[in-house]
């Protein structure tokens, strides 16, 4: 069955950066690439909310307000991998990070990964 797995949470300290990526498995390179990938969040005693997407055409990016100009979406089809590039991070982007791989007709979740912006 398909698979998302998420990788590269943690802790960091304010200021610091973090990548994640999002590998997929049991799904082929054709499907991968009709589907729109999306990084979602959910922070303490928050909803989750949508922090990023790349379509799955001309790799096109949106960004939430909160974390425009500190994160970068990025997409590897070759090796149906999505990423999210975290800079500058800051306490309230403290969350689990989810991954999304969406089309017209699916819709698979990855299980999350922690990542925690402390000092």
């Known amino acids: 069955q398909v698979q998302l797995v998420e990788s590269g949470g943690g802790l960091v300290q304010p200021g610091g950066s973090l990548r994640l990526s999002c590998a997929a498995s049991?799904?082929?390179?054709?499907?991968?690439?009709?589907?729109?990938m999306n990084w979602y969040r959910q922070g303490p005693g928050k909803e989750r909310e949508l922090v990023a997407r790349?379509?799955?055409?001309?790799?096109?990016?949106d960004y939430a307000d909160s974390v425009k100009g500190r994160f970068i979406i990025s997409r590897d089809n070759g090796k149906k991998t999505v990423y999210l590039q975290m800079n500058s991070l800051k306490p309230d982007d403290t969350g689990v990070y989810y991954c999304?791989?969406?089309?017209?007709?699916?819709?698979?979740w990855g299980q999350g990964t922690q990542v925690t912006v402390s000092s």
């Open positions: 790349i379509t799955s055409t001309n790799s096109a990016t």
């Open positions: 999304n791989a969406r089309s017209s007709y699916s819709d698979y």
């Open positions: 049991g799904i082929t390179f054709s499907v991968f690439s009709v589907c729109a």
